[in-house]
């Protein structure tokens, strides 16, 4: 199983960008999609979720107001609209997948799948 994340590059102060990610390979149930990022020299951090059977979902304070977490349930795609970017959101942005309930969603490690990271780079 892969996931495939698209949609990064470089965009200026107070622009947007919109990044997907879809699986490929074989089918598997979903718990929760999420969205993290690292920047260098940084540890991975939890950036937005969204839980595929209810939709609810929840974002790092860093970016609440500023992007927004979605879902396509008939292709199995997620997407993060990402407004008002700032310059430390500049980072390698990774989609990731977690099969069951256990372990908190805001830990990377608890995912099972991640797709192969997509740059974003917002200059000032």
């Known amino acids: 199983v892969q996931l495939q994340a698209s949609g990064g590059g470089l965009v200026q102060a107070g622009g947007s960008l919109r990044l997907s990610c879809a699986p490929s390979?074989?089918?598997?149930?979903?718990?929760?999609m999420g969205w993290f990022r690292q920047g260098p020299g940084k540890d991975r951090e939890f950036v937005a979720a969204?839980?595929?059977?209810?939709?609810?979902?929840y974002y790092a304070d860093s970016v609440k107001g500023r992007f927004t977490i979605s879902r396509d349930n008939a292709d199995n795609t997620v997407a993060l609209q990402m407004n008002s970017l700032k310059p430390e959101d500049t980072a390698v942005y990774y989609c990731?997948?977690?099969?069951?309930?256990?372990?908190?969603?805001?830990?990377?490690?608890?995912?099972?799948?991640w797709g192969q990271g997509t740059q974003v780079t917002v200059s000032s």
């Open positions: 990731g997948a977690k099969r069951r309930p256990s372990g908190s969603d805001y830990s990377a490690r608890n995912y099972d799948y």
């Open positions: 969204i839980r595929w059977s209810s939709g609810s979902t």
């Open positions: 390979g074989r089918t598997f149930s979903t718990y929760v």
